[in-house]
């Protein structure tokens, strides 16, 4: 460094420091300290330095994060002190006698005024186990589990991970530490990563651990780079230090205090009822975490009794794993039905040997479209992988090919449409097959007519999905007109139908004339058009007339309408069945105001989006959404930076986390209410 100017290596130490200091807020603490245009600028200016002079460029540069030249192997690494994994609990009385051992061991008394033994309770992380040894608080070797004697140098490909800190900061940084957690990919992530595979007609990973898996193998450290991971330390190996903690909670403090990023919902508890009550919270949340677990790691908290407590073969006798249900199974492909949608979609719908997983029984799920059969090369008869996680529905993650029935019948994508026999058709580029006979197909108007009723269409009480087949099947009404023609008597002999809800039902119909011009727009079920492009409408045009009117280039000029959704819009209106059908609607008496544009024009709220979340006690939650958009405010179902304002209810949970993280303001149900008070 002899010919490098001082004031360069200042500079330079210094950026180095800025870099990981925001680096830290950004992935450890979810708190960016700085605009990501000014981290790239400090980025920018750290890899001038480094092209000029490149025997500056350290192990903990922030530049190293990228990924570096690809390896021919990996080399192997012996652990000094073994990687243990964890003996599992699947039920209550598991756990209680792991804690009726630890207890016989220590020679202390589960009587009931006995002190308890202190345990940490940690989410299991499903993702890779890693270790990561510092040296003089700088990372120098990251490393597989293997079989927990021997495992491989990843060391390139733990430096691109954002969370892992390249160099320690805070007090009393030890001579040495071995650092031992989980990588993993949270679902986002993984989700991406699935989608962009299936983009480019790759094979998709079954679940976010087999991608974590799969990124950190990669000999090319660039291609991890591009990986979401994150890490969560959880324990040390090797530790040398002057100050040594007593406990593992003060131990998992000292890691955070170093950088690392513990799990959030780490918790110490005395005594395993207290567990037990930690593991009925956590598997309630389970659903709304935006990354895996498999279940909750119980430690015992003193390390002195850990110590004393010591191992057996593999697993320490100190801690047990105690599972959730899984996430994953197998089961069997008995039948793919084809479903018609309101637009006239054609879905293949797997119907599955029923099976729990994820606490729930699944029998059925979506099969997407001809290209996901093509891509899983699934069959009738296969044996599948159904994975469930967080709340979204039941995929097919795989097919378990070795099991395949020599039966297996291949999957034959209808060219007619099951319900009227038109033919299905497929536009060029598009993932989705159509039935292509429109309101000639009786499974397209019970779909369209059932969209016209729901709650925040029309709002038919009453009119349920099994009536509207019933009346559609009867040849009682074809259309969503008709309804306005339905009389009482017609509906009292039908089944199950009591001459009051009759009555019933005919009031409602009729109380429904009575909508807004945004609500109809929604009900007419356009293509793409939803109940906030439905809201924008009404807003831009003010009147039926005038969006029938609308042209591409009319409907373009409106900020939140792109071209897909205009075209859809302006075929619409160009059909004369919908117009028609459109009047007759009118003629029946299907009336709302036209939406002044004057009075538009002051809408306080517009440009702005809102997120509602939680649950609200004082109003519904479409009456809130209702409110927000007659203010202007386009309402969304998901956080993000640009998010104006959150709405947080009791019971809020991970879009809270975040709008708090994003530093998007947030105010509870009574401040809304007085908020919207102002506005009247
Ligand atoms: C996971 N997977 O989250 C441990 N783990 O501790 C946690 N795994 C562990 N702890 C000792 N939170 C061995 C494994």
């Known amino acids: 460094m002899a010919n490098i100017p001082e004031h360069v290596l200042q500079q330079y130490e210094r950026l180095k420091d800025e870099l990981n200091y925001n680096n830290h807020r950004y992935y450890v603490l979810d708190d960016p300290s700085i605009p990501d245009i000014e981290y790239d600028r400090q980025m920018r200016l750290l890899q001038t330095l480094e092209d000029e002079y490149p025997s500056l460029i350290t192990a903990d540069s922030p530049s190293q994060r990228v990924g570096g030249e690809a390896l021919v192997a990996f080399e192997q690494v012996r652990h000094d002190v073994a990687m243990l994994s964890l003996e599992n609990a699947f039920s209550s009385e598991e756990l209680e006698s792991f804690e009726r051992k630890i207890s016989d061991r220590l020679n202390y008394s589960l009587s009931q005024d006995a002190p308890l033994i202190d345990y940490v309770c940690e989410p299991k992380l499903d993702g890779v186990a890693v270790s990561l040894l510092y040296q003089s608080g700088v990372l120098v070797r990251g490393a597989t589990r293997g079989d927990g004697t021997v495992g491989e140098d990843i060391t390139n490909n733990v430096r691109t991970i954002k969370s892992i800190p390249l160099k320690l900061h805070g007090d009393n940084i030890p001579e040495l530490l071995e650092v031992r957690g989980e990588i993993y990919l949270p679902h986002a992530g993984f989700d991406a990563l699935n989608a962009a595979a299936v983009a480019a007609g790759e094979k998709t990973f079954v679940n976010p651990r087999n991608a974590a898996a799969g990124s950190l193998r990669q000999l090319d450290s660039k291609i991890t780079a ?90 320490p006798r100190w801690a047990i794993a105690r599972k959730f249900p899984a996430q994953e199974e197998i089961t069997r492909l008995l039948d793919v039905e084809f479903q018609v949608g309101r637009t006239g979609a054609v879905t293949p719908v797997a119907r599955l040997e029923p099976v729990f997983v994820g606490g729930v029984t699944v029998s059925n799920a979506t099969l997407h479209n001809a290209d996901e059969i093509e891509r899983l090369g699934i069959c009738i008869g296969d044996s599948v992988i159904i994975r469930r996680a967080g709340d979204v529905i039941p995929q097919i993650a795989k097919v378990v090919l070795e099991r395949r029935p020599a039966d297996a019948q291949e999957i034959v994508f209808p060219e007619h449409c099951p319900v009227c026999q038109s033919p299905v058709k497929r536009t060029e580029g598009e993932a989705v097959a159509r039935c292509s006979g429109g309101l000639f197909c009786g499974a397209q108007i019970k779909q369209a007519i059932k969209h016209f009723a729901s709650r925040k269409a029309m709002d038919i009480d009453g009119l349920g999905d099994k009536l509207v087949d019933l009346l559609v099947d009867q040849e009682i009404i074809f259309s969503v007109a008709d309804l306005y023609e339905i009389k009482a008597e017609q509906l009292a002999g039908l089944e199950r139908m009591a001459e009051k809800s009759a009555a019933n039902l005919v009031a409602a119909i009729e109380s429904s004339k009575q909508t807004s011009l945004a609500k109809f727009l929604y009900s007419l079920g356009i293509r793409e058009v939803g109940e906030t492009t439905g809201q924008t409408l009404a807003n831009s045009f003010g009147s039926i007339e005038a969006v029938i009117l609308a042209s591409t280039e009319q409907l373009l000029e409106v900020e939140e309408i792109g071209p897909v959704v205009a075209k859809h819009i302006v075929n619409f209106f160009r059909n004369p069945d919908n117009l028609s059908i459109i009047q007759a609607l009118r003629d029946a008496g299907v009336t709302w105001p036209d939406v002044d544009q004057r009075a538009q024009a002051s809408q306080p709220l517009k440009g702005q989006t809102w997120v509602l979340t939680g649950s609200l006690d004082i109003m ?20 993000s930076a640009k998010t104006s304002q959150v709405v947080a209810g009791p019971g809020a949970g991970s879009k809270l986390s975040k709008a708090e993280s994003l530093q998007v303001p947030v105010m509870d149900e009574a401040q809304f209410v007085e908020f919207l008070a102002t506005q009247d």
């Open 620 to 639: 519904s939650r479409a009456e809130a959404k209702d409110r927000l958009q007659a203010l202007g405010a386009k309402v969304s179902g998901s956080v």
């Open 226 to 315: 591009g990986r979401p991971l994150e890490m969560c330390a959880y324990s040390v190996g090797q530790f040398q230090s002057d100050a040594a903690p007593e406990t593992h909670f003060q131990m998992l403090e000292s890691l955070a205090s170093w950088g690392f990023k513990i799990n959030e919902h780490v918790e110490r508890v005395s005594g395993i009822a207290a567990c037990e009550e930690y593991y009925s919270r956590m598997a309630q949340r389970r659903d709304s975490l935006n990354y895996d677990i498999d279940g909750i790691v119980y430690k015992v908290d003193v390390l002195k009794l850990q110590q004393r407590l010591g191992f057996v073969a593999k697993a």
